[in-house]
């Protein structure tokens, strides 16, 4: 699966994606993750999302805390919205957003009709990603301003080139 696109999440059938989003959850689980982890993770996202022209928000949370923000040209503050409103589907489900939707797609629903909780609060739109230490949510770290896939498929790319020691 590349890194750097969403399309080949989009080219599953919901089973395998689901099946292929909860691998890199446990892929991406951290032994520690702190403040300059933060740093360095949103960085990364900042510094690529202007380098390939991508106006996106960015954000990174532990818990309510916002420990990184940032925003490039072209975004705006629905990115800010969406970012809030992905980082509550994290924090309830502890799960990516994207893999939280792909969930009630392979139970035949959808997010919005199933899950009970009300759309100007909650989205289960790719982007958000959870920030696991050991298995258990410290917090997460969003794209926003993207096709949901493709902001899904940026935050595992920044979160893998920070494991590799690159971000």
Same mark, same amino acid.
């Given at each position: 699966?590349?890194?750097? &696109? /969403?399309?080949?999440?989009?080219?599953?059938?919901?089973?395998? !994606?689901?099946? *292929?989003?909860?691998?890199?959850?446990?892929?991406? &689980? @951290? &032994?520690?993750?702190? @403040?300059?982890? =933060?740093?360095?993770?949103?960085?990364?996202?900042?510094?690529?999302?202007?380098?390939?022209?991508?106006?996106?928000?960015?954000? +990174?949370? %532990?818990?309510?805390?916002?420990?990184?923000?940032?925003?490039?040209?072209?975004?705006? $503050?629905?990115?800010? =919205?969406?970012?809030?409103? !992905?980082?509550? *589907? +994290?924090? @309830? %489900?502890?799960?990516?957003?994207?893999?939280?939707?792909?969930?009630?797609? *392979?139970? /035949?629903?959808? %997010?919005?009709?199933?899950?009970?909780?009300?759309?100007?609060?909650?989205?289960?739109?790719?982007?958000? %990603?959870?920030?696991?230490?050991? /298995?258990?949510?410290?917090? $997460?770290?969003?794209?926003?301003?993207?096709?949901? @896939?493709? &902001?899904?498929?940026?935050? +595992?790319?920044?979160?893998?080139?920070?494991? =590799? /020691?690159?971000?």
């Amino acid at each position: 699966m590349s890194d750097t &696109d /969403g399309a080949p999440y989009r080219a599953l059938e919901p089973d395998e !994606k689901l099946r *292929v989003l909860l691998d890199e959850e446990r892929e991406l &689980d @951290h &032994d520690a993750f702190d @403040h300059d982890d =933060a740093w360095a993770v949103g960085s990364w996202l900042r510094a690529t999302a202007l380098e390939r022209a991508l106006g996106i928000g960015i954000a +990174v949370s %532990f818990g309510e805390q916002r420990v990184f923000h940032a925003a490039t040209p072209g975004s705006g $503050a629905v990115n800010d =919205a969406w970012l809030d409103r !992905k980082f509550r *589907v +994290v924090r @309830h %489900f502890a799960h990516s957003t994207l893999a939280v939707r792909t969930q009630y797609e *392979v139970g /035949g629903s959808t %997010f919005d009709e199933a899950a009970a909780l009300d759309p100007r609060q909650y989205q289960a739109a790719g982007g958000g %990603f959870p920030v696991l230490v050991r /298995g258990m949510l410290l917090g $997460a770290i969003g794209v926003s301003g993207l096709e949901m @896939h493709d &902001d899904h498929a940026l935050v +595992v790319e920044a979160l893998r080139a920070h494991r =590799a /020691g690159t971000a």
